[in-house]
C-alpha cells in the first residue's frame, strides 16, 4: 500500500484513506491470486465491466520493473476478458503494449458501451500541470511531462483509445487561462482523444495528512499563493462550487478551441 510517486497534492497520504502513513510500501503480492478468483467468478456470470488501475494509487512504481505484478495483473485481466482502464505518470506502462493491444481486442464491454465505445483498452496518462518546475516540486517520483507526453504519442501511434487525466489542477499555479490552454494544446498535440479535468482536494490536520503536506510546499515555494489557497478550502476538503463551475467552462471552452473531447464517451 501507498505509492512510490510521492506527489504532494495525492489524497492517500495520511489518515483519511490510509491510515497512518509509514516510510515503508508495502506490497499485496497475493493481488493477482485475489483477482483470479473474483474475475472468474464475474466472468462465469457474464459479469463484465471496466477495471480502472491506477484510481488511487499509480500502477507503475518503479518497483513494478522488478515484480511484475501489474502484468500479473493485466496477464489475469486478458485471460477473462474485462476492458480496463490504466492511468498512471509512468512510462514503465510501454513495457506492457503488445499486451494491453491484446486486451484492447479481446474484452468484453459492458452492454452499457456497446454500440457507444469500441475500444476495451483506454490509457490514460496523469498530469496535474505541464509545467517541468512545478512536476518537480509536487510530482517527484513521476515521469517528466516530456517523457509523458512521449508515451501517449506512441500508445496514440499504435492506434490505442487514449487520454489524459488532468487532475488534480493546482489553485493559482496550473488553474488559469494560459496554463490550461498549454497543457490542453498538448494534451491534443500528442495524440490524446479526451482529457478529464477536475480540481484539487486536500484532507487532513495531521503532520502526514496531504492538506498539510501541501500548504508546507507552498509556504516552502510559493508563499504569495499560501493564505489565497487556505481561504479557498477553509474548513472543507474541496474548493467553492463558483470556483469549480469557473474552471469547469474555462476546461470546456479550451477543449472546444483544440477539438478535443471532455469525456472518455
Same mark, same amino acid.
Given at each position: ?135 518537480? /516540486?509536487? &510530482?517527484?517520483?513521476?515521469?517528466? %511531462?516530456? !517523457?509523458?507526453?512521449?508515451? +501517449?504519442? =506512441?500508445? @496514440? ?59 508546507? /510546499?507552498? &509556504?516552502?515555494?510559493?508563499?504569495? %499563493?499560501? !493564505?489565497?489557497?487556505?481561504? +479557498?478550502? =477553509?474548513? @472543507? ?29
Amino acid at each position: 500500500m501507498g505509492c512510490a510517486l510521492n506527489c504532494t497534492y495525492c489524497y492517500i497520504h495520511g489518515s483519511v484513506y490510509g491510515g497512518e502513513e509509514t516510510s515503508v510500501l508495502q506490497v499485496k503480492t497475493n493481488a493477482p491470486e485475489v483477482l483470479y478468483k473474483q474475475l472468474k467468478n464475474r466472468a462465469r456470470k457474464g459479469e463484465y465491466g471496466f477495471i480502472g488501475l491506477g484510481s488511487s494509487t499509480d500502477p507503475y512504481p518503479p518497483m513494478e520493473k522488478e515484480l511484475e505484478i501489474t502484468r500479473e495483473l493485466l496477464k489475469i485481466i486478458y485471460r477473462f476478458k474485462f476492458p480496463v482502464n490504466v492511468n498512471t505518470k509512468s512510462t514503465l506502462i510501454l513495457r506492457d503494449m503488445e499486451l494491453l493491444k491484446k486486451i484492447d481486442e479481446k474484452a468484453v464491454l459492458p452492454k452499457r458501451f456497446q454500440g457507444k465505445l469500441d475500444h476495451g483498452m483506454i490509457v490514460s496518462f496523469s498530469f496535474s500541470t505541464v509545467d517541468p518546475v512545478l512536476v518537480d /516540486i509536487f &510530482e517527484p517520483g513521476a515521469s517528466t %511531462v516530456e !517523457e509523458r507526453f512521449g508515451a +501517449m504519442k =506512441k500508445f @496514440s501511434d499504435e492506434g490505442f483509445l487514449v487520454g489524459a487525466n488532468l487532475m488534480p489542477v493546482l489553485p493559482f499555479l496550473s488553474d488559469s487561462e494560459e496554463h490550461l490552454d498549454e497543457a490542453i494544446g498538448k494534451i491534443k498535440e500528442y495524440g490524446a482523444n479526451f482529457v478529464l479535468v477536475a480540481g484539487l482536494t486536500l484532507f487532513g490536520d495531521k503532520p502526514k495528512d496531504c492538506k498539510v503536506r501541501y500548504y508546507k /510546499i507552498l &509556504e516552502e515555494y510559493f508563499p504569495e %499563493v499560501l !493564505e489565497k489557497t487556505k481561504r +479557498m478550502f =477553509k474548513d @472543507s476538503f474541496a474548493p467553492s462550487r463558483d470556483y469549480q463551475a469557473v474552471l469547469h467552462k474555462r476546461s470546456e471552452r479550451i477543449c472546444r478551441k483544440y477539438d478535443i473531447k471532455s469525456k472518455i464517451i
